[in-house]
């Protein structure tokens, strides 16, 4: 079988993770690149090709960077892993005075955690970077919300590791943004599966087949 990442992490979420109980969630990767995976009453939502929920690709400012995707001002391109290092490296070689050289020991090893760490220990440039993606992130998962009525919103992949650090402030800026009767008491949390999420999603994919085929492998 072959399924996106994302899709095959939120399905090993539903039957096997923090969205048992759950009908209708969002799951977000939030690493180099931002994706997400639609669950509504029980089931992945694929779309009519199957690339349903590219969170990462919807477009945040008309003005914004180039992404990967060809666009401009995509999410991704301000809120991911790379986005935050970029951004970083373009305000430290402007001479902006932040930690984030000091601990990066060079401007080529400034990494998304770099930053996090300098935003966590108090670095104003750093918090200015991070806030700043944590808001974009926010207004999105915000707009999925409001489209969706979400009871839960799964947070996997590399950025997670800032814990409540990143959902205190997903929390605040999706509150904001969301429209008030939409998923109410939506709550963002964060995968329990870590790094593998992507091989337990992979695996769930089978397992689901199987149940589904009675138990039986011919059918598979
Ligand atoms: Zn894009």
Redesign the pocket.
Known sequence: MIENVTQAIAVGEKYYGICKDTENFLCVSYGYGIGSAIVTNGRLYKGCRGFAGEL??IVMDKNGPR?????YG?L??ISSRNAIAKCAKERVGRGERTSILELAGNIGGIEAKTVLDAAKAGDAVASSIVENAIEYLGIAIAGMITMLDLEVIVMSGGITHAGKFLTDRLERHVERHKMRYSGQDAKIVISKFGSDAAAIGAASLILNRWVECGGNPNAL
């Open positions: 990462g690709h992404c990967d995707c060809g666009g995509c991704e391109a």
